[in-house]
């Protein structure tokens, strides 16, 4: 093992093909048919491409491991990746890469339909490849998938720190747990619950981390560091919202650049939240994330934090 990691974020899982379909409001009233504007587009990107992506846009040197089909949805994770320059490590995959339908709402707000046919409980990432790549990585970002929670041993026992985000967990499933008190830094959303600072404190008395982000869309975030619960006030978004898909993982992806660049983590949240308001203005067909002259320029016109 080298004396200095060559890798700053090692991202499992989390790969995949999205279909977009913007629809002309949410919920979808039922009818015969619709005829969809701007069309239908497929394209790679699920929540471990877009961190991966939104790393790698703020310069920090991302490899990616998931599993992949022999099928043309991953071809375009391929093509994703090789045009990007990111550095992508695939284990086969028999039942086909994993890929979602996401109807896009005027607001901006999504609904994900997945194929829970891409996938299998007998899924895995070798535990000597995840070992190989965590000792070369400063640090491992994890997708909640099957393959990703069997990978969490080798993870801790390669002693790389550890980012994990639940989405839109409730506060009480077992399975998100299992990747909440594995993690150094979790992020969630705090969508499904009902007293966010219970559950972020249950995760830091639970298991390791030492940092918990909530996010909450347009009212901002809240930020548990070091035993306080400060609120990140929202960013305003530089241009018109146009899509939600993807603002959680550019978040988390600024999150740990600050941290991986030595800012502290009230910094590394403002970070998040302005990385997230840009996300929102990016169609889901493209895939467009923050650089870090970007968000840097637009951190040194916000008012310094609290």
């Known amino acids: 093992m080298s004396s200095a990691p060559d890798i700053d974020v090692l991202v499992l899982g989390g790969a995949g093909v999205d279909t977009i379909v913007y629809v002309p409001e949410l919920p979808l009233p039922l009818a015969d048919s619709y005829m969809i504007q701007p069309g239908i587009q497929t394209r790679a990107g699920q929540t471990g491409d877009f961190a ?16 992949l089909g022999d099928d043309p949805e991953g071809d375009l994770v391929r093509a994703l990746h090789r045009d990007h320059g990111i550095p992508l490590t695939e284990v ?18 999504r609904l994900s ?14 535990d000597d490849t995840v070992a190989a790549l965590a000792s070369a990585s400063r640090h491992a970002h994890v997708s909640i998938t099957q393959p990703c929670a069997q990978a969490l041993p080798a993870l801790l026992t390669a002693g790389v720190t550890i980012s994990t985000d639940l989405h839109d ?4 499933n ?3 747990a299992a990747f909440a008190h ?22 830091v008395a639970r298991g390791r981390a030492r940092e918990v982000v909530a996010t909450a869309g347009a009212d901002g975030a809240h930020l ?7 609120h990140v006030p929202a960013v305003a978004p530089p241009s018109p919202v146009v899509d939600s898909n993807g603002a959680g993982d550019a978040f988390a992806a600024a999150y740990l650049f ?28 493209t895939t467009a994330p923050i650089d870090r002259a970007t968000l840097l320029t637009r951190a040194t016109r916000l008012p310094p934090a609290p």
């Open 169 to 172: 967990w409730d506060g009480e």
């Open 52 to 67: 991966a992506l939104g790393l790698h846009a703020l310069g920090m040197r991302t490899h990616h491991l998931d599993l």
């Open 224 to 230: 548990l560091a070091d035993g306080e619960l400060t």
């Open 258 to 285: 600050g941290r991986l660049t030595g800012e502290p983590p009230r910094r590394s949240a403002l970070f998040g939240a302005i990385a997230g308001a840009h996300a929102c203005t990016v169609p889901s067909t």
């Open 182 to 203: 594995a993690a150094d830094i979790v992020f969630l959303s705090a969508t499904a619950l009902d007293d966010p600072e219970r559950t972020m404190r249950g995760i």
């Open 113 to 126: 339909l997945y194929d829970a046919t891409r996938g299998s409980e007998t899924d895995r990432l070798p």
């Open 174 to 176: 077992p399975y998100h």
């Open 92 to 109: 086969p995959q028999p039942s086909g890469t994993k890929r979602a339908v996401n109807l896009v709402g005027p607001d901006g707000r």
